[in-house]
Structure formats: C-alpha cells, structure tokens
C-alpha cells in the first residue's frame, strides 16, 4: 500500500481525508501538533475505519521534529498538507502568528519532501486567493485579487512558494482551492470540531440552534445580491475529503502536466447566507433564531467556483447537496452535544 502522510490530520478536512484515503486502499501516518484540535477527530476515524491511525504530534514550524518524521517513514509516497490556521478574524488581529506558523511550516515541509524526494505533494488552498473576484463563477484562471486577509495571503504565498519549488523539484504538485467546507460524515462519528467559539457560518448555525451559542447574527442583508446576503459556495467535507484521495490517484498515474496543477473544489452553486439558513430551517424543521446586524470587514461578496476542470481532469462529482450538509451538520451537533472539550490553552510562543 501507498503510505501517505497526511499534516493536520486530527483536524476538520483532514480527518475525514485520512478517512477517504483509508477507504481506498492507502496507508496513512497523520502528523498534527493538536494545538487547535484534540484527538477526538482521529478516534472517531479509528472507530469507522477499524484501525489505528499513528499521529505524530510535532510542530511543522520545529525543523527537526519535522525532520524526524521523513527519516523514520522514508517510505512515504505522497503528503497531504491541511496543518495551519485559518480563523480569517483572527488572522485580522494577529499576522504575524498567522504568517509564521502557515508559512515556516510549509517551508519546512518542502525542505524534508526536497531531502526525501517524496515524489507527490497536494496543497490546502483556499477560495480566498481570488479575493473579491470581478466575475463569478471563477475558474483556476481567474485572475488573483489582493487577499482580504493575512489568512488568505498566506494562501496566496503557500501557492507562490510551491509553484516555485515544484520548478526546480521533481516532485509533482497539485494546490486545491476549498469554497466553503461544510457538513459532517453521514455516521455522526466524525464532523467540524471549532476549538473556540465557531466563525463560520455552518456550525455558527448549528452551535446557536442547539443553544451553545446565543442566536447569531447575519452579518449584513445590504450587498448587491438577490437577497442582500452574501453569496458563498458549501461543499460538503465528504466530497472534499474524495477530492484529495482523487487528485493523489492523478499524480501517481503519471497526469499533472504542469508539475504543479491547481483545482477549485466547489460545487459550482452559489447559495446566499439567507438561503442556507432557510435550508438548515427546511430540511431539519427547525426555525432559527438569528438578527440581521452590520457587514463584517473581509467578507466577499460573492463567490463561487466553476468546478469543470476538477470534473473533468479528477473525475470528481459532488455527491452531497446543501441539504445534505445542513442535514448531516445538525445530526453531528447532536451527537456531540454531551461531549465536553478540553484543548490546551492557546499560549502560543515562537519557536
Ligand atoms: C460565510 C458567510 C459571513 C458567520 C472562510 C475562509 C475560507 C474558508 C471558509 C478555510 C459570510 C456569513 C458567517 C456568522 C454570518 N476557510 N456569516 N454570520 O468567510 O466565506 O470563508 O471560511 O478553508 O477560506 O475565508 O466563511 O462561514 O465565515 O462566512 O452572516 O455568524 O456567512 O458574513 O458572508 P468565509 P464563513
């Protein structure tokens, strides 16, 4: 079997990207510092794929640690990178944490994939490279706006910085571009776990409908839009996850002409911030308790992905509609109702 490391394994998409890769007949090692997760996501992909799963809980931003890991696994065929943070608020109030750790933790990466020669390497990208796009769907040509964010810089350098050593490396490289990752695994035994109080707007709905939260707020009804919300693109992690199990299956048949492809993973659909609520309301029967407030700084207007080119080149197709991802994000609230969480204090310091 293939042995792929996955990095940010214990976290949201990367669990149920181990799980997927599980699934189709890959080995995996995991390597997660569980600084903004616990192990509670790999114990629930354990439990499903009925198998133990080896984490490695070391700080990609820590060279030699890093370093370790590739000269015990020297068997490694493939990385899967997720580990970074990406709450946008809070990239806002602190860049300098936000470019440190996505950014060093990146370099160190490649600099043991370079020493290893790990021949595949798929990227963690984001929709928030397009910035505030002038034309929407956007395609992988789209041309880049400047980052509403230090979180989507990041992003857009962690690209920039790839491409540039998979020009002078053999190793083939393929950046995925997430829309809005939402839902959970239809089981309830895996699904979005936020360390804090949640930002995005999927579990900020379930959060508030469940009462761990107060009713939230919809964060501006005033953009030129068909109702006055935002329009955003939510795809459901399960097809997510697929999505890197696919785009590792086309690096190893010898495919990415470029050396370094790039994908937008979405479902092509634009759905408002108002129609998501509505479908959360519909589909579980449930009314929500939500007020209309001001605009949030940093948000996009609208986007979506045109997604022809991960159709065509991947054979990836969506499976789960947005009804599937409210239907599944609430059975997951539940189930996680009575669970407590326990994460280490966010002190961060730099190594
Ligand atoms: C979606 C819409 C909010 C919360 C970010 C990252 C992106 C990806 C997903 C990593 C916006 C509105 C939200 C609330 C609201 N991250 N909203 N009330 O900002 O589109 O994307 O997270 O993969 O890279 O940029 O996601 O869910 O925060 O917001 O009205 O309480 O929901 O204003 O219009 P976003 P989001």
Redesign the pocket.
């Known amino acids: 079997m293939k042995k792929i490391l996955v990095t940010g394994g214990c976290g949201y998409i990367g669990s149920h990207t181990l799980l997927d890769l599980v699934e189709n007949g890959y080995e995996v090692i995991s390597v997660d510092n569980n600084a903004r997760s616990g192990t509670r996501l790999l114990e629930g992909v354990e439990k499903i794929a009925n198998q133990k799963i080896k984490n490695y809980k070391v700080d990609l931003c820590d060279f030699d640690d890093t370093h370790a890991i590739f000269a015990e696994n020297d068997d490694i065929a493939g990385v899967i990178h997720f580990a970074a943070y ?1 709450a ?1 608020g809070e990239s806002v109030e602190k860049p300098l944490l936000y470019y440190h750790n996505n950014l060093t933790s990146l370099v160190n990466l490649l600099r043991c994939i370079e020493e290893y020669k790990v021949p595949y390497f798929v990227f963690s990208s ?3 490279v397009y910035g505030n796009p002038d034309s929407i769907p956007v395609t992988e040509e789209t041309p880049q706006k400047p980052a509403e964010s230090p979180y ?1 810089s990041t992003k857009q350098m962690g690209e920039t910085i790839i491409r540039e050593f998979a020009r002078v490396n053999p190793t083939q490289c393929i950046l995925l571009r ?1 829309f ?2 939402a839902g959970a695994h239809p089981s309830a035994i895996i699904g979005e776990w936020p360390i804090d109080k949640p ?3 999927v579990p ?1 709905i379930t959060q508030s409908a469940i009462g761990k939260i107060p009713p ?4 501006g009804n005033d953009y030129p839009t068909r109702d006055g919300s ?1 329009i ?1 693109d939510f795809i459901h992690v399960c097809d997510l996850a697929h999505a890197h199990t696919l785009a590792m299956k086309y690096l190893m048949e010898q495919r990415n002409p470029s050396g370094c492809e790039i994908f937008n993973l979405g479902t092509g659909n634009g759905i408002s ?1 108002l129609e998501a609520i509505a479908a959360f309301e519909q589909v579980n029967q449930r009314k929500l308790d939500y007020r209309i407030g001001e605009r ?1 700084p940093g ?1 996009v207007i609208a986007i979506y992905a045109n997604k022809d080119k991960a159709e065509r080149e991947l054979q990836w197709k969506p499976r789960y509609s947005l009804e599937d991802i409210m239907l599944t994000a609430w059975k997951w609230e539940q189930e996680i109702q009575q669970e407590t969480r326990t994460f280490p204090l966010k002190n961060f310091k730099f190594n």
Do not use: A, E
């Open positions: 990406k946008v984001s929709c928030t989507g997430y809005n990752p930002q995005n707007l900020v939230f707020t919809v964060f935002c955003r911030v949030r948000d």
